[in-house]
Nanobody, 119 residues
Framework: QVRLVESGGGLVQPGGSLRLSCAGS????????MSWYRQTPAKERELVAA???????NYGDSVKGRFTISRDNAKNTVFLQMNSLKPENTAVYYC?????????????WGQGTQVTVSS
């Protein structure tokens, strides 16, 4: 059974930093494309950052230069380092694993972790 568990969210002041973690189990983590998404009540879920099995990463325009995605395949964990946080970064952050199985993509989601940026 695929399982993704996010952690590291919380309350932080504007300009501060947080590091999110997502631990995966039940699948071959090293070959999955891992992503972070975020969602607020007013907006659809949007891509924050993604990283391939070969460590190629891409970012949403609003977080480039401030957020960094990385992975540790030995620990089956993907990270999102968030610096210079802004109030508009407040959202529930979700981890996603994408697997290619028999020429079809399958997406698996974590339960999300709340990030609140406020003074």
């Amino acid at each position: 059974q695929v399982r993704l568990v996010e952690s590291g969210g919380g309350l932080v002041q504007p300009g501060g930093s947080l590091r999110l973690s997502c631990a995966g189990s039940g699948f071959t983590f090293s070959t999955a494309v891992m992503s972070w998404y975020r969602q607020t009540p007013a907006k659809e879920r949007e891509l924050v950052a993604a990283i391939t099995s070969t460590d190629i990463s891409n970012y949403g325009d609003s977080v480039k230069g401030r957020f960094t995605i990385s992975r540790d395949n030995a620990k089956n964990t993907v990270f999102l380092q968030m610096n210079s946080l802004k109030p508009e970064n407040t959202a529930v952050y979700y981890c996603k694993a994408r697997k290619l199985i028999a020429l079809k993509f399958y997406d698996y989601w974590g339960q999300g972790t709340q990030v609140t940026v406020s003074s």
